[in-house]
């Protein structure tokens, strides 16, 4: 996502992290498990342009989403390339197959929705209601989707979208899309500092999805 282009977000549907469900439902051990392998797909070509599409597609792939006619690997995982490409053509994230914007949280939603999931995309809250959001969907066996900032003092903005699959006591775990089942091991601390943007709205910025 671009700088000039980081302006033109709609931010209509995002919304404050107000308080977390009070109740919390029981998940089993192969719950767990399952989230924890939950498989990452990487970018065609290492586009860091399409960290959208990717992160779109693990958590899709996760809640057994996807199109019947893809080649798939013996194990039944959609094949790479042909899956993102796919998906970028039916959601139309991040607008073309060449696009060099990146993909905003509104078509992220969009696409979570057209798929059928109850999605909701929230940003500008507190790194510490952000984390706890965080820690509660992973608790009901849920993947979360992270806006992270890459940026530099003195460089061009660079940011991408991952997808969270594990917290522990010393910190965060997400995919990544710069090769196959990519994942990175972040401390708080790391990851906290990565949430926040320049542009206090999109800081934060967290997108929930769950399966009825």
């Not at 919304?15 to 767990?32: H, M």
């Not at 006591?169 to 090769?179: A, E, L, M, P, R």
């Not at 934060?204 to 399966?211: G, N, P, R, S």
């Given at each position: 996502?671009?700088?000039?282009?980081?302006?033109?977000?709609?931010?209509?549907?995002?919304?404050?992290?107000?308080?977390?469900?009070?109740?919390?439902?029981?998940?089993?051990?192969?719950?767990?498990?399952?989230?924890?392998?939950?498989?990452?797909?990487?970018?065609?070509?290492?586009?860091?342009?399409?960290?959208?599409?990717?992160?779109?597609?693990?958590?899709?792939?996760?809640?057994?989403?996807?199109?019947?006619?893809?080649?798939?690997?013996?194990?039944?995982?959609?094949?790479?390339?042909?899956?993102?490409?796919?998906?970028?053509?039916?959601?139309?994230?991040?607008?073309?197959?060449?696009?060099?914007?990146?993909?905003?949280?509104?078509?992220?939603?969009?696409?979570?929705?057209?798929?059928?999931?109850?999605?909701?995309?929230?940003?500008?809250?507190?790194?510490?209601?952000?984390?706890?959001?965080?820690?509660?969907?992973?608790?009901?066996?849920r993947p979360v989707i992270v806006l992270v900032n890459h940026r530099q003092v003195g460089q061009p903005v660079s940011v991408e979208w991952q997808v969270v699959f594990k917290t522990?006591?010393?910190?965060?775990?997400?995919?990544?899309?710069?090769?196959?089942?990519?994942?990175?091991?972040?401390?708080?601390?790391?990851?906290?500092?990565?949430?926040?943007?320049?542009?206090?709205?999109?800081?934060?910025?967290?997108?929930?999805?769950?399966?009825?």
């Open positions: 996502m671009n700088e000039n282009k980081a302006f033109e977000i709609d931010f209509t549907e995002a919304k404050n992290i107000a308080s977390l469900p009070e109740r919390v439902y029981p998940i089993t051990q192969n719950e767990i498990v399952r989230l924890e392998n939950i498989w990452g797909f990487a970018a065609p070509n290492k586009n860091n342009s399409f960290s959208g599409p990717c992160a779109l597609g693990t958590v899709l792939h996760f809640h057994s989403i996807g199109w019947s006619h893809l080649p798939k690997e013996r194990n039944g995982r959609p094949v790479n390339d042909p899956y993102i490409e796919e998906l970028i053509r039916w959601s139309q994230a991040p607008g073309t197959l060449a696009g060099d914007m990146g993909t905003t949280p509104g078509m992220m939603l969009a696409s979570l929705r057209k798929a059928g999931l109850r999605a909701q995309w929230y940003s500008g809250s507190s790194v510490e209601k952000t984390l706890q959001l965080i820690k509660y969907e992973i608790g009901q066996g522990s006591s010393t910190g965060i775990y997400t995919k990544y899309c710069s090769y196959a089942d990519a994942e990175k091991a972040w401390t708080f601390e790391e990851f906290s500092r990565c949430l926040q943007m320049e542009m206090e709205a999109l800081s934060c910025c967290v997108i929930t999805a769950e399966k009825d």
